[in-house]
């Protein structure tokens, strides 16, 4: 479970460095809180952030339940390669939004592979 741990603490580490690239966009637009538009720039770091964070709802529930109830190797390499997906994605939509597809995907197969292990290991443990 430490593996898991640590990808949890990576994955939110990823996320304060994304909130910050988007305080440090706002800044440099100077648009002033509570605008959320104004400047291309800014736009994409705080999309990439929210997207992170609704991500984070489902990826972090899924990988600790995985490792629980199937194999926490699985979840910490699963968790592992959302964050990579989430690097790219991040790279890609701030330089241009049409490239984020493949971190995109990383991410949302990586959630579908916890969620059928996860489904696979509770199902069996209830017959």
């Known amino acids: 479970m430490s593996y898991v741990a640590l990808v949890t603490l990576l994955l939110l580490l990823q996320y304060m460095v994304f909130c910050m690239m988007a305080g440090l ?3 440099k637009a100077g648009i002033e809180a509570p605008a959320m538009t104004g400047d291309e720039n800014f ?9 992170t964070l609704e991500q984070l709802v489902v990826t972090l529930p899924l990988m600790w339940v995985c490792a629980y109830f199937f ?8 968790g592992s390669v959302f964050f990579i997906g989430r ?3 991040g790279l890609a939509y701030v330089a241009d939004p049409s490239k984020r597809a493949l971190g995109m995907m990383l991410g949302f197969f990586s959630n579908v592979a916890m969620l059928l292990a996860s489904f696979y290991a509770v199902v069996m443990t209830l017959v």
């Open 87 to 89: 690097v790219l994605y």
């Open 71 to 78: 194999r926490p190797d699985v979840a910490a390499i699963a």
């Open 25 to 27: 966009a706002r800044g």
């Open 43 to 51: 736009e994409r770091n705080l999309r990439v952030q929210m997207n």
